[in-house]
């Protein structure tokens, strides 16, 4: 599973998802990303995602981005987690 900090992450790189509720993204809103929750991407992803684009998926805690990148990875996609620690 590729994996980067925040820090690190460029939009340039890719589309950046954040799974956080809409409330959370709002307050924490980063340049060029999109909201979009854990399930609603899960449920979706075919409608959301494009095979061979670059996507960095982001949540408060990890849990989700890292469940999300391990399905969506065994399915094919071009994912890497973000981590949001800044260290």
Do not use: W
Request: charged share 30%; aromatic share 12%.
């Amino acid at each position: 599973m590729k994996r980067i900090s925040i820090r690190d992450y460029h939009e340039s790189m890719g589309t950046l998802i954040d799974l956080s509720d809409p409330i959370t993204y709002e307050k924490r809103k980063r340049p060029g990303s999109i909201n979009l929750t854990y399930d609603k991407l899960m449920l979706h992803y075919q409608t959301f995602l494009k095979k061979g684009e670059p996507y960095f998926i982001l949540c408060t805690k990890g849990i989700h981005s890292k469940r999300a990148v391990a399905i969506l990875e065994y399915y094919g996609y071009n994912v890497t987690q973000v981590s949001m620690e800044e260290d």
